[in-house]
Nanobody
């Protein structure tokens, strides 16, 4: 089982940038697909970006070109958020699912492990 802890949330003005970080522990992170999700007020949780242990990334259309996911170490996944907009406000969660192949099959589905979340507020 893997444990996840997010950091880096806060308040930012529209057009600004913010970097979130997630640390995975208590398991072999190289066996997990890691992802970032967001839950905006009054909305369902949505997948934003994911990266396999093989370094293959996938983005939701809503963040493509503005957000960048990186995984320099097997146990850390960051989300660089640029050109943020008020609709990017929400609770951001790191998530993991087991993948012995090193690929993130099923895109944003079937993530079994979740962090506590970190709040991001975009406001002028």
């Amino acid at each position: 089982q893997v444990r996840l802890g997010e950091s880096g949330g806060g308040s930012v003005q529209p057009g600004g940038s913010l970097r979130l970080s997630c640390q995975a522990s208590d398991a072999n992170p190289s066996n997990y697909c890691l992802a970032w999700f967001r839950q905006a007020p009054g909305k369902e949780r949505e997948g934003l970006a994911l990266m396999s242990s093989r370094g293959i990334a996938f983005y939701a259309d809503s963040v493509k070109g503005r957000f960048t996911i990186s995984r320099d170490n097997a146990d850390t996944v960051d989300l660089e958020m640029n050109s943020v907009m008020p609709e990017d406000t929400g609770m951001y969660y790191c998530a993991a699912k087991y993948s012995s192949s090193g690929y993130c099959y099923g895109r944003f589905g079937n993530f079994a492990y979740w962090g506590q979340g970190t709040q991001v507020t975009v406001s002028s």
